[in-house]
């Protein structure tokens, strides 16, 4: 696709991509999707199974370090072309969910790992813009130092940044997930364009308007097949063992994290489960299954994650909500647009 004035649109480089839901809102914007690399394997074979076009790598980024990813970069991408850089480096350090979580967390300078391979790509590439997404912890005051930190080296390499919050709701998704959102243009011009656009209503935003017409799942059983999973080959969800499942009423909206029962006409709450924290189905004889909880993220019907059920549970805990993530896309092309025609000469009109 291409800007206007007839200039192509940067490709894109996914850092930390998970199982690609940033990546699909760009893709399907019309962005060319030239590389991602996540530490998880299975959540790149999910990578390699929806974006067979895409290098996509398996790679730990802490220890392939920027000089690593140009590596990689150097059989997809030649010197001087322009590219835009999105990602979600990992969020627990900056979770509110995370009850211990510290200033101090590790996790919390991947952010700025994530700028410091920015900043060694502008020397190779046209950097055009930056973004990724993460909690609305990182802005708390304990990670305050972080933040100002992170948004500090924007400016040190050049970028102009600026924060959003989002509300998947905005966009179309039937989830109460609010996230933040830090993006970064070389253009001031683009930066201060930058706006998603959000849906006009909310109001049949519901788990039944998604889930409702579903099939039962398959139960979790060793050494079943995806091609054995009707319906959907992540239709499938750990049996219901808890006696808690017997009395429907044995879960409810406050259950806590680990035992949260959705309600068939409210939206969901975020999807962001640990390793046997799925949410209950409405119903509340059973958790959700792995493809539901795919289609309340706003995934399409044709994705499939890989992997062990645990491994699909992380993915689609993490996943950006391809809807907005689509938004996020088109906005930076405006964005972009905006900027090319404020260098052509013409008259900018807001």
């Not at 072309?81 to 510290?102: D, L, Y």
């Not at 708390?140 to 930190?149: N, R």
């Not at 959003?164 to 989830?175: E, I, K, N, T």
């Amino acid at each position: 696709m291409l800007l206007e004035g007839g200039l192509d649109l940067p490709k894109v480089v996914s850092l930390f991509s998970g199982a690609g839901g940033l990546d699909l809102g760009y893709r399907d914007a019309g962005f060319s999707l030239a590389f991602a690399v996540d530490n998880s394997p299975f959540a790149i074979k999910t990578h390699h199974r929806n974006f067979p076009a895409t290098k996509s790598v398996a790679a730990d980024l802490v220890k392939l370090r920027p000089s690593g990813v140009l590596r990689h970069l150097a059989s997809v991408l030649s010197p001087g072309e322009s590219i835009g850089v999105i990602g979600g480096p990992p969020c627990q350090g900056f979770s509110r969910a995370n009850t211990r979580s510290v200033a101090s967390d590790p996790r919390n300078r991947l952010p700025l790992l994530y700028l410091e391979i920015v900043e060694k790509l502008q020397k190779q590439y046209d950097v055009q813009f930056v973004l990724f997404e993460n909690v609305q912890g990182i802005r708390d005051t304990k990670h305050a130092d972080s933040f100002k930190e992170i948004l500090s080296k924007f400016g040190k390499i050049g970028l102009h940044a600026r924060v959003d919050v989002c509300s998947a709701l905005d966009f179309g998704v039937a989830q109460t997930r609010n996230r933040v959102i830090v993006s970064g243009f070389s253009s001031p011009e683009a930066a201060a364009a930058f706006v998603p656009s959000k849906v006009r209503t909310r109001k049949k935003l519901t788990v039944r308007s998604v889930i409702g017409g579903l099939p039962a799942p398959a139960y979790f059983s060793r050494g079943l097949l995806p091609t054995e999973i009707p319906h959907h080959p992540n239709h499938w969800t750990m049996r219901p063992v808890s006696a808690r499942f017997a009395d429907p009423d044995g879960a409810s909206a406050q259950g806590g994290r680990s035992f949260r029962r959705l309600a068939w006409d409210k939206p969901s709450p975020t999807i962001a489960f640990g390793h046997r924290e799925i949410h209950v189905h409405p119903e509340g004889r059973r958790r959700l299954s792995i493809y539901e909880a795919l289609l309340l993220q706003g995934f399409p019907p044709d994705f499939v994650l890989e992997g062990t059920l645990s491994a699909q549970v992380e993915q689609v805990s993490n996943a950006v909500p391809p809807p907005m993530a689509r938004a996020l896309a088109e906005a930076t092309q405006k964005a972009l647009d905006f900027a090319a025609i404020g260098e052509s000469g013409d008259v900018l009109i807001a």
